[in-house]
């Protein structure tokens, strides 16, 4: 374990080296990424400029939902590179390679390239998120802030599960599926706002099928303390990122036996 | 005249072979419209009596789905060929052909826009219509007069969208990589055609500088005249708005490429 971590480190090191040698490019890309984002967030404000409010949600609540899920994805996107492309690596036959070395094959992939272009979205999630804490207002006891850490870990657990899955889909299509990016992007779009605005069956969706819901939306009406209009318990939104990590270690699952079916391509 | 024909009819029945992408790109869309209308239905829900917005939900719900229908419109990347060409120094067949560069070039981006459009346009429309509850769905125009207005007005949008794009190639002959414009462009692009936020609901102060700038008349002018935001009676001004930014950026474009092939240097033997 602690010799894997060593390596992850390793790992890590290398990327961000090689990516250092671009380094007018990257600057180029996370200024980019900054000035898209805040045309975005401006955008929002427009609208609850013009609205008042989000079917009684503030843009101070609606901020909180916003920076969590832009952060959790960020983090996972820095760090599960590796899987995205894992088509490409499927199609060349470049996974052998892969297989062929004495280290897992999660960790090898979670390792192959950590993106530091992404740290413009993280960037950009924690002043969303700053902002949003210091006009909230609230209290903040330790079973808040556990129960937001919880979010934020169960909330990796989901996007990390989402890429593994869609990474063990390569296994048997070969490519990555276009539909995959509803799931992935799809995900950040409908948890930037509280789902209680959605119709029932896109809720149900997003929480028995993907269980967005349960590491955004719950979670954050518990850290908020406001009576949530769906109805759940505290203990509910207490234990719902749990689903997250469930929901992981079934893609973990799932992974296991994509590798076990792969059969080389390539020559 | 007939040469530039030819390379739009070509460009474009090449480009309708990526069926495959079309149809992901489809569901994609639809799924982002979906969500747009049930978070603008939840804006609209919070309302104060009393106050009103520029628009009623019904426009904005059509407005959204014009939106996703049209999307292939959006000036956003260049052809990766135009593209390759400037990088690896090709660019010199293209000014030995006997034609003026810069209405190959349009045309090229012509096509670009409008193969994409032409694959999803049609079944984004037919969802968006048959298949959603009935506050969701997308509406008829507002009048026949509206719906003969809006048909011209994405004339006009096509030929604004194809000068932008061509416009944006030319700035590789300076910048060659392009990304990083390109990439900071089409986000801008974006939020100033109202696929972010239909237009007329953004603060009024914003509201009047963005629509007079050339995004607009790539989508949010078109989808106005639609919804009847825009009465038949205005729908000359907006017309000639688009008209008058397509002549502006077709005089731009045409100089800047002649400056830029002044200095073009192209290596190798």
């Given at each position: 374990m602690l010799n894997a971590m060593r390596l992850y480190g390793k790992y890590v090191g290398v990327s961000i080296r090689g990516q250092m040698q671009?380094?007018?490019?990257?600057?180029?890309?996370?200024?980019?990424?900054?000035?898209?984002?805040?045309?975005?967030?401006?955008?929002?404000?427009?609208l609850f400029a013009r609205f008042g409010s989000l079917r009684g949600w503030s843009l101070?609540?609606?901020?909180?939902?916003?920076?969590?899920?832009?952060?959790?994805?960020?983090?996972?996107?820095?760090?599960?590179?590796?899987?995205?492309?894992?088509?490409?690596?499927?199609?060349?036959?470049?996974?052998?390679?892969?297989?062929?070395?004495?280290?897992?094959?999660?960790?090898?992939?979670?390792?192959?390239e950590v993106r530091l272009t992404r740290l413009g979205r993280t960037l950009q999630a924690v002043m969303v998120l700053t902002w949003a804490i210091t006009s909230l207002n609230l209290a903040w006891t330790i079973d808040r802030i556990g129960l937001f850490l919880a979010a934020v870990i169960g909330g990796v657990c989901l996007f990390n599960g989402i890429f593994l899955l869609q990474a063990t889909m390569t296994f048997w299509t070969i490519e990555t599926l276009e539909l995959m990016s509803i799931i992935t992007n799809g995900s950040v779009e409908t948890a930037q706002v509280p789902m209680a605005i959605y119709q029932p069956w896109f809720r149900r969706f997003f929480t028995y099928v993907v269980p967005l819901g349960?590491?955004?939306?719950?979670?954050?009406?518990?850290?908020?303390?406001?009576?949530?209009?769906?109805?759940?318990?505290?203990?509910?939104?207490?234990?719902?990122?749990?689903?997250?990590?469930?929901?992981?270690?079934?893609?973990?699952?799932?992974w296991r036996v994509g590798v076990r079916h792969y059969t080389s391509t390539g020559s | 005249m007939t040469a530039y024909g030819a390379i739009l009819g070509a460009r474009i029945r090449m480009l309708l072979q990526y069926r495959a992408a079309a149809l992901a790109g489809m569901a994609t869309q639809v799924f982002w419209g979906i969500i747009r209308v049930m978070v603008f239905t939840a804006f609209y829900a919070s309302l104060r009596p009393g106050v009103e917005a520029p628009m009623t939900l019904r426009q904005t719900v059509t407005y959204i789905w014009l939106g996703q229908a049209l999307l292939g419109l959006l000036p956003m990347r260049i052809d990766g060929e135009g593209a390759g060409m400037i990088r690896s120094g090709t660019v010199a067949y293209e000014l030995t052909r006997p034609w003026d560069v810069y209405w190959a070039w349009c045309m090229r981006a012509a096509s670009l826009r409008i193969a994409p459009t032409m694959l999803r346009c049609l079944p984004i429309v037919v969802f968006a219509v048959a298949l959603l509850p009935a506050s969701m769905r997308l509406g008829p125009p507002a009048s026949p007069a509206a719906a003969g207005l809006f048909a011209l007005s994405v004339l006009l949008a096509v030929a604004l969208t194809s000068v932008i794009t061509a416009l944006l190639t030319i700035t590789m002959l300076w910048t060659i990589s392009g990304e990083g414009l390109m990439l900071l462009l089409s986000g801008l692009a974006w939020v100033l055609s109202g696929i972010v936020i239909p237009l007329p609901l953004l603060p009024d102060a914003a509201r009047h500088v963005i629509e007079w700038l050339p995004f607009a008349g790539t989508l949010d002018l078109p989808f106005r005249i639609y919804?009847?935001?825009?009465?038949?009676?205005?729908?000359?001004?907006?017309?000639?708005?688009?008209?008058?930014?397509?002549?502006?950026?077709?005089?731009?474009?045409?100089?800047?490429?002649?400056?830029g092939l002044r200095r073009l240097v192209v290596q190798g033997g």
């Open positions: 671009y380094r007018a490019s990257y600057l180029l890309q996370l200024v980019n990424h900054l000035v898209l984002t805040a045309t975005e967030i401006l955008a929002i404000w427009a101070a609540e609606v901020a909180l939902f916003y920076g969590l899920v832009n952060l959790v994805f960020s983090i996972t996107e820095t760090s599960m590179r590796g899987f995205d492309i894992c088509e490409r690596l499927v199609k060349a036959g470049d996974f052998d390679r892969i297989l062929l070395r004495p280290r897992t094959t999660v960790l090898q992939l979670m390792g192959y349960c590491v955004s939306y719950f979670p954050v009406v518990g850290v908020l303390g406001r009576p949530d209009p769906l109805g759940s318990t505290p203990l509910f939104q207490w234990l719902s990122p749990l689903a997250g990590v469930i929901f992981m270690l079934l893609a973990l699952q799932a | 919804i009847g935001q825009v009465g038949p009676g205005e729908a000359a001004g907006v017309l000639l708005r688009q008209v008058g930014w397509t002549l502006a950026l077709v005089m731009l474009g045409r100089w800047m490429l002649a400056s």
